[in-house]
């Protein structure tokens, strides 16, 4: 099974579709791919993310202890060898993208798009920063047209693999953000060919986003001297135990106290729903002193 924490740790419920939003972990989508190879000797994953330098700054700052240790293992090198890079930097780009990935079959040949065999698994990484007003100010159907290109790049990978293709977006914008459903057509007296920013209703992204998948999970910041745990289905066995350090305590994917809810989107309550908590611990000491690693609760 998959799981987007370092190992041990608990394990994703399956998925053909998940979506991950807010304040999870930088390295997430990394432990995800790594997971997902590892269960499958012929697993094959593509990450798709705006920003290559931006992806692998988020990462040196947050300080991911598992892979300054097993990065360069054997093992992890052979997972990570199966996965695929790009970094679109505008939709339109990664529409490109989408649309040109296929498998090879004996005619058309692009050596950045063509595949040798069909992917198991894609990840989009967050698509909210790619909607950056440039031109024109970006929609609710600028967002959703992005998932709906991805899913169909997915039907169509789908097609040419032995079990399907999974499909996983991770956004920390997306709880936030909210867009307009229709972009202003009149223009703004200091850019006759510009449009003004959109001043009537804007509609919360994720609502409509996340019906478009199988599962969600909500990451956040708790505190729990202040709050009681959610009555949900909790995974409470203890993966690791919590050494002598500092534990920050912002509440943030930096660092400190952490839940996910992982909700499956078709059943209407929330008596199934699935909550892991964890911390997330800074060395202090040792070789590996401001490293970041995880302590389950």
């Not at 807010?22 to 697993?43: D, E, F, K, T, V």
């Not at 914008?173 to 202003?184: D, M, T």
Request: aromatic share 8%; hydrophobic share 40%.
């Amino acid at each position: 099974m998959t799981t987007i924490f370092p190992p041990p740790a608990p394990e994703l419920p399956a998925f053909r579709t998940l979506l991950v939003r807010s304040a999870y972990h930088h390295s997430a989508p990394i432990h995800l791919m790594l997971s997902h190879n590892w269960q499958n000797p012929r697993g094959k994953a593509i990450f798709v993310s705006p920003s290559r330098p931006a992806f692998l700054a988020s990462l040196l700052k947050f300080g991911d202890e598992w892979l300054k240790l097993h990065g360069a293992d054997g093992r992890t090198c052979g997972a990570s060898a199966r996965i695929e890079n790009y970094y679109p930097p505008t939709p339109a780009h990664l529409v490109l993208i989408l649309n040109m990935l296929h498998v090879y079959e004996g005619t058309l040949h692009h050596p950045k798009t063509t595949l040798p065999e069909a992917p198991t698994l894609l990840v989009l990484h967050e698509v909210s920063a790619l909607l950056a007003p440039t031109t024109s100010e970006p929609t609710l159907a600028s967002y959703l047209s992005l998932i709906t290109h991805a899913l169909s790049a997915v039907q169509s990978l789908s097609a040419k693999a032995e079990t399907g293709v999974a499909f996983a977006v991770f956004d920390s914008g997306l709880g936030g953000l909210k867009l307009p459903i229709i972009r202003p057509v009149s223009p703004s007296d200091e850019d006759p060919g510009g449009s003004r920013p959109s001043t009537g209703r804007r509609e919360p992204v994720a609502f409509f986003v996340e019906k478009y998948f199988e599962w969600t999970a909500r990451v956040e910041g708790t505190d729990h001297s202040s709050s009681p745990p959610p009555p949900r289905v909790r995974q409470t066995e203890a993966w690791a135990a919590i050494e002598e350090t500092a534990v920050p305590r912002e509440g943030r994917a930096g660092g400190g106290r952490m839940r996910m809810v992982l909700h499956r989107t078709p059943d209407e309550d929330s008596t199934a729903d699935v909550t892991m908590e964890w911390v997330v611990a800074t060395r202090v000491a040792g070789p590996h002193v401001g490293s970041r690693y995880f302590a389950w609760t």
